[in-house]
T-cell receptor, first 115, second 112 residues
Framework: KQEVTQIPAALSVPEGENLVLNCSFT??????LQWFRQDPGKGLTSLLL?????REQTSGRLNASLDKSSGRSTLYIAASQPGDSATYLC??????????????FGKGTKLSVKP | SQTIHQWPATLVQPVGSPLSLECTVE??????LYWYRQAAGRGLQLLFY??????ISSEVPQNLSASRPQDRQFILSSKKLLLSDSGFYLC???????????FGPGTRLTVL
């Protein structure tokens, strides 16, 4: 059964720092991995989707990498800003017969960027 | 472009009362639709998914049910709410299984 873990659970950094959020998964037979952002009381915003054939994806100051063989993904945020404060979640699709794209989520990393 | 709506945004209901949450998607056809629940300290859990009108699959046994009366409409219901049904309910869609998944703004349900 696939399990997704995110470390750390919470992170507080000063503005301007580069930072790395970690996501690990137990079953490496995934076909993609998705990173989301969630602001308090809000829905999830998709940040990046990495297909299993890709090593990384970039969007602005965000860069996500994927290492299937080791069961890990990292989300790199460059030059962090107070507006980056949110909970970041990673998710992978369930990978068994009959699956229809259902996602399994980590519990998230709550990021606080101090001005 | 595609958008996804959920209503109501917040709901406070007494134990034993019925529930109906609605989700609609615009700008796409034949989406896969999903209901997730996010409870404090427990992360996101898939409740139901649907690949077409009238086709509903349940991931966990529970007090809730789902229906898809139209292609882009997904409804979450209960006949009698329990305290444990409190949580943040999120609807999501994807064009094809395994594609990027997009979420609605959510409904905060408090059962008293």
């Amino acid at each position: 059964k696939q399990e997704v873990t995110q470390i750390p659970a919470a992170l507080s950094v000063p503005e301007g720092e580069n930072l790395v959020l970690n996501c690990s998964f137990t079953d490496s037979a995934i076909y993609n991995l998705q990173w989301f952002r969630q602001d308090p009381g809000k829905g999830l915003t998709s940040l990046l989707l990495i297909q299993s054939s890709q090593r990384e994806q970039t969007s602005g100051r965000l860069n996500a990498s994927l290492d299937k063989s080791s069961g890990r993904s990292t989300l790199y945020i460059a030059a962090s800003q107070p507006g980056d404060s949110a909970t970041y979640l990673c998710a992978v699709p369930v990978n068994y017969g009959g699956s229809q794209g259902n996602l399994i989520f980590g519990k998230g990393t709550k990021l606080s960027v101090k001005p | 472009s595609q958008t996804i709506h959920q209503w109501p945004a917040t709901l406070v209901q007494p134990v034993g009362s019925p529930l109906s949450l609605e989700c609609t998607v615009e700008g796409t056809s034949n989406p896969n639709l999903y209901w997730y629940r996010q409870a404090a300290g427990r992360g996101l859990q898939l409740l139901f998914y649907s690949v077409g009108i009238g086709q509903i699959s349940s991931e966990v046994p529970q007090n809730l049910s789902a229906s898809r009366p139209q292609d882009r409409q997904f409804i979450l219901s209960s006949k009698k709410l329990l305290l444990s049904d409190s949580g943040f309910y999120l609807c999501a869609w994807t064009g094809l299984a395994g594609d990027e998944q997009f979420f609605g703004p959510g409904t905060r349900l408090t059962v008293l």
